[in-house]
């Protein structure tokens, strides 16, 4: 743990974990918020699904042109642009009582997520030292996985209340908060987006991100089948409110998961390390095949998001190594336009394998999607080579003089 304590001793590093989280509390709300309030407004389970689908393929399919906007302008204008709007757009919505009207503004809602968890990564680098950028991006994991967490849990209590409408009120409140908070720190506020080199090629072209794209397809659809795969398999057993506990353990041991990874020694590479831990997540995925909703998914679901958690930090890192200079934002948004899109898909073909065949069927659908994965990655190993190496001791030094202390 000391080198969560010198981390955390940086000038800085308390205001980017504290100022944001809010607003991620918030992000993990809004699924079951939009599910519940089109659920109680239209009495349709169905559309209580649609709703959720359409606003995450809104999201998902405009996040790279939201994060190149940030590579362009910074972030202090589209931040204090994208939260109000946001914010304002989930009490529009929890006024609609229409169906039509309630799928538009969910539409419009996605069109307009502030990209706030892309905001935060590019300014890890400005915080803390490069030997320091392991850990720090081992407790954003951790961060965004407790606010992943903490906002289901929230959404489903105050849905539950005497109170039934409030969790869009709540989950506003908690993103004018959170990404207002972040949009006037100093560290935000004064981030100045790279100048692109001049034999620039558009990440599209880039064959390092071309195949961290295509693995994100394969594990974008198998995390959108188990996503839906767990209460489907639940439901179908009579045992729904089980999935709570599934996605809960699965959530927390995720927490712990991207704190191990910070603890890795830095003499290893984070390509070797996202390999390593990338073969024993397919060993650690197969057993949620032959599991029932109960302690024995409640395990293996903790085994896989543990090993997730950790390898989240390396993916992370391997990125940032791998992308061209002027994407800091931009790349991460594309790469999750790919990945969440395929999620959706991933989502829609998961339920109707699960109601149609089996469960277990789309359960084996994430086995197989992390496997491919991971042979993508191992064949395409060489077009990520840049991850593949150690800083020096001058380099070390050069990245800490580089961050002398600052105020916010």
């Not at 961060?143 to 539950?160: F, H, K």
Request: one cysteine or more; glycine letters at 10%; aromatic letters at 10%.
């Amino acid at each position: 743990m000391k080198r969560y304590r010198e981390l955390f001793a940086i000038p800085n590093v308390w205001v980017l974990v504290l100022s944001a989280f809010p607003a991620r509390v918030a992000y993990g709300m809004v699924a079951l918020a939009i599910f519940f309030k089109t659920e109680d407004a239209t009495g349709s389970i169905a559309a209580a699904g649609f709703a959720i689908g359409i606003n995450s393929v809104a999201g998902a399919a405009t996040a790279g042109l939201r994060g190149m906007l940030m590579d362009k302008y910074g972030q202090k204008w589209p931040l204090r642009i994208f939260v109000p709007g946001y914010a304002g757009m989930m009490l529009i919505l929890n006024t609609m009582e229409n169906r039509n009207g309630i799928l538009l503004a969910a539409f419009i809602m996605g069109i307009t997520a502030p990209p706030i968890n892309l905001s935060v990564r590019p300014l890890w680098r400005d915080v803390v030292p490069k030997d320091f950028l392991r850990t720090a991006y081992a407790v954003d994991t951790s961060v965004m996985s407790s606010a992943g967490v903490l906002g289901p849990v929230i959404a489903t209590s105050l849905a539950l209340s005497s109170r039934p409408g409030s969790p869009l009120v709540v989950a506003s409140i908690f993103m004018l908060i959170g990404g207002g908070g972040l949009a006037i720190t100093k560290v935000s506020r004064n981030w100045i987006p790279e100048k692109k080199e001049e034999n620039h090629i558009s990440l599209w072209r880039h064959k390092a991100i071309q195949l961290l794209m295509i693995e994100g397809c394969f594990i974008g659809f198998g995390w959108g089948a188990f996503d839906v795969a767990v209460p489907a398999f639940a439901t179908l057993e009579e045992v729904p409110h089980r999935t709570a506990w599934i996605l809960a353990a699965m959530g927390i041991a995720n927490i712990f998961g991207g704190l191990l990874g910070g603890l890795v020694s830095k003499k290893v590479s984070a390509l070797k390390a996202m390999r390593i831990t990338y073969l024993i997540w397919i060993f650690i995925s197969i057993p949620i095949v032959f599991t029932y909703p109960g302690w024995s998914m409640v395990i293996a679901a903790s085994f896989l998001g543990l090993v997730g958690g950790t390898i989240q930090v390396f993916y992370w890192e391997v990125m940032e190594a791998v992308r061209p200079k002027g994407s800091a934002v931009g790349m991460m948004g594309w790469i999750w336009t790919v990945e969440g899109t395929l999620m959706s898909i991933g989502a829609a073909a998961g339920g109707w394998i699960a109601e149609t065949y089996s469960p277990r069927f789309a359960l084996s659908i994430t086995c197989f999607t992390i496997v491919t994965g991971f042979i993508i990655l191992n064949l395409g190993k060489k077009r990520l080579s840049a991850a593949d190496r150690i800083p020096t001791d001058e380099e070390d030094l050069a990245a800490m003089s580089d961050n002398s202390p600052t105020t916010t």
